[in-house]
């Protein structure tokens, strides 16, 4: 919901695409990350009972730890990922896509209690709602993102082996789509690569996983891979 792409140009001219997470996904990562803060108190509190008064008080400073560094440790030392954002593939990063720092995840889990007012993360919401890129108030100004983290799809058996020729000539138009095909189809869904390879049936003469085959050999021809 409400994912987005933010692109940055690096000082070397590189264009980075950073996949931008709605506030579904990062709500959802907070919660894992809540039931696993409660555990920690609620396992400390039992732990420290038997030692009473004193026990109280250093209950105090585990929630107090938990509360405020759980979060800034993980993301700071963790590559910007806490426990729940690494379950729903999530992390956080520099706006210009370099690993979080020390100050900017102190200051955007810090200014949380702004974003939580008045209840509920009200002003986180609406913040992230109106923001092109999702961000809550805290991310504004620590300049930070929450993004997706690309997972690696595994290539089809046999994507990158075998060559054939075209069995047509090719505009320079096609032979690029071709390539296109070639560089971009292992990061695709068995499912999405069938989809795209069908669309050209015609040159292929076939369908299914071995269009998907036919059509990474005439792109491996295409490219010298004899």
């Not at 579904?24 to 009473?52: K, N, S």
């Not at 296109?180 to 999405?192: I, K, M, Q």
């Amino acid at each position: 919901m409400l994912d987005t792409h933010r692109e940055v140009v690096t000082p070397e001219g590189v264009a980075l695409h950073l996949p931008a997470a709605g506030p579904v996904p990062r709500a959802l990562a907070w919660v894992l990350d809540f039931v696993i803060r409660m555990a920690v108190v609620t396992l400390g509190a039992i732990v420290l009972a038997a030692m009473g008064r004193a026990g109280s008080g250093i209950h105090a400073v585990l929630i107090f730890l938990v509360y405020w560094f759980y979060p800034v440790l993980f993301e700071a030392l963790g590559n910007g990922r806490t426990p729940g954002k690494r379950v729903l593939g999530l992390r956080v990063v520099a706006a210009n896509g370099a690993p979080v720092g020390w100050m900017a995840a102190f200051v955007r889990n810090l200014l949380r209690t702004v974003d939580m007012l008045p209840f509920g993360y009200a002003v986180g919401l609406v913040t992230s709602l109106a923001d092109p890129w999702g961000r809550r108030l805290g991310d504004m100004v620590a300049g930070t993102l929450v993004v997706h983290v690309e997972r690696a799809h595994p290539p089809l058996p046999g994507t990158t082996t075998g060559s054939q020729a075209s069995p047509v000539p090719l505009l320079p138009h096609e032979q690029a789509a071709l390539v296109a095909f070639a560089e971009r189809g292992p990061r695709l869904t068995a499912a999405r690569q069938v989809e795209l390879a069908e669309l050209a049936a015609p040159l292929v003469d076939s369908t299914g996983t071995l269009a998907v085959h036919r059509l990474y050999a005439i792109a491996n021809w295409l490219l010298g891979r004899r």
